[in-house]
């Protein structure tokens, strides 16, 4: 599996020699996001002089997306915005690629392997192989517009792969300025993506060039605001996006301190937070401004929204629950929380069982329970010890929860953690 990355800039990443094997001339590679289990990589590659391979058989579903430079696949070359797809399993043509050159480089379902052959015309697929190999320049396409690109249009996007199979796509999108999205949105596939220009904040940051995340299936994010500029991304998923969202969200953990005390003068203490807690003004005027558009809008259109409300204001929706806990507790039989110092060693001449008790119970609306709103084959299915993985869905299938993720990888310099929306 692969770790939860949000947010990333990628000038936080050390650099490691490129594994390319087959190839010749020299190249360096960022390690964006890196799958122990099957081998499936994101990459940020450098070329420091003309490099070359002849062709051969790919051992992933493989993609090249140039950010600058050049590269020529069997004769065609194409530079900036220029992608090749190869499937694993299927015969590719020789590629070169200029000193230089600054590309984003993908691996999926398998390693780095190559397995060189003679000529292209001589190659055998392997009997699994499906698919062919794709070159776009994406540059010469045009930005279609997303067919639901949320509360309010501004989204576009150009398709550069689509598996017609298992839904996995790779696509460039671009949101102009202005474009906001004031939910909170989980999926059933992962997505990633790497920022090729512009600007936009989020509740986990700040999506500026050169900043990559990798976000597990149903983890929970959003509050988007495009700024100057608008922003685009490469994006990727492993499945078909659909989108669910979340509002009112709350969140507070904690334990017990055993050894360590809050301060020096102090005992050890209860620690926990909430999103109430967490949330900082950060959000200018003009976000604010922006995330109310984008509900106004959609309700305008008849559709049903929720509005935006800034975190750390209003009711704090996790002390209600603890309240709640608190009463459920207390109205059972629970003792309140004081302290026995009464021994229980004298005998009872007279039935004290809590267990006869009985007590009228308020039904407390607890919501529905996460449990019923999982995949039935989540546990026991090949991604059992990976909540995160993404599995594929379709209307009508049960709709899954989201999954809270706490502590993701994220750069050491850049970005923002504060909790607003999650």
């Known amino acids: 599996m692969r770790p939860h ?3 990333i800039q990628e000038d936080d990443y050390v650099w490691h020699a490129a594994e390319l094997p087959g190839g010749e001339g020299r190249a360096s590679e960022r390690r964006l996001s890196v799958d122990e289990e099957d081998g499936s990589s994101s990459l940020r590659v450098d070329f420091h002089t003309d490099w070359g391979r002849g062709p051969g058989i790919h051992h992933a579903d493989t993609e090249y997306y140039v950010l600058d430079g050049e590269i020529d696949y069997g004769g065609r070359t194409i530079g900036k915005g ?53 070159v776009i320049d994406s540059e010469a396409m045009q930005w279609d517009a997303v067919p639901n690109p949320g509360p309010m ?19 460039l999108v671009h949101a102009q300025e202005g474009w906001a999205d004031h939910r909170l949105a989980h999926h059933p596939c992962y997505e990633e993506a790497y920022t090729t220009q512009g600007h936009m904040e989020y509740n986990f940051g700040t999506l500026d060039l050169g900043t990559y995340f990798f976000r597990p299936a149903r983890v929970k994010h959003g509050h988007f605001t495009t700024m100057e500029g608008g922003a685009t991304w490469l994006l990727r998923s492993d499945g078909e996006l659909a989108n669910w969202y979340t509002q009112n969200e709350w969140v507070r953990w904690g334990g017990d301190g055993v050894n360590y005390p809050v301060d020096a003068e102090s005992f ?14 950060w959000r200018t005027d003009v976000d ?11 309700q ?21 629950a603890i309240a709640k806990a608190m009463d459920a507790f207390n109205l059972q039989g629970g003792h309140g929380g004081h302290e026995h110092t009464h021994s229980h060693d004298h005998d009872h001449d007279h039935d004290h069982g809590h267990g006869e008790h009985t007590h009228d119970v308020p ?43 706490s502590l993701p990888v994220r750069s050491r310099s850049r970005g923002r953690w504060d909790g607003d929306g999650m």
């Open 5 to 7: 990355v949000e947010l």
């Open 82 to 134: 220029g992608y090749v797809y190869a499937p694993k399993g299927v015969p590719i043509d020789y590629l070169k690629i200029t000193e230089g050159t600054r590309l984003l480089h993908y691996r999926e379902f398998g390693g780095a392997g190559f397995d060189p052959v003679d000529s292209l015309a001589g190659a055998s697929r392997w009997a699994e192989a499906r698919e062919d190999v794709i």
């Open 153 to 171: 249009p501004g989204l576009f996007i150009k398709y550069l792969h689509v598996d017609p199979v298992t839904g996995f796509y790779t696509r």
């Open 268 to 281: 050890p203490a209860r620690y926990s937070q909430s999103t109430h807690d967490l949330a900082q003004p």
């Open 288 to 298: 604010v401004e922006q995330l109310r558009a984008a509900w106004q809008f959609q």
């Open 300 to 320: 305008d259109q008849g559709a049903p929204n929720a509005e935006f409300h800034l975190h750390g204001l209003g009711a704090d929706r996790s002390a209600i």
């Open 363 to 405: 039904g407390f609306d607890w919501g529905r329970d996460p449990r019923g709103l999982e995949h039935t084959d989540e546990r026991t299915d090949d991604h059992a010890h990976n909540w995160g993985a993404g599995r594929p869905w379709q209307a009508g299938d049960p709709i899954p929860a989201p999954i809270i993720s």
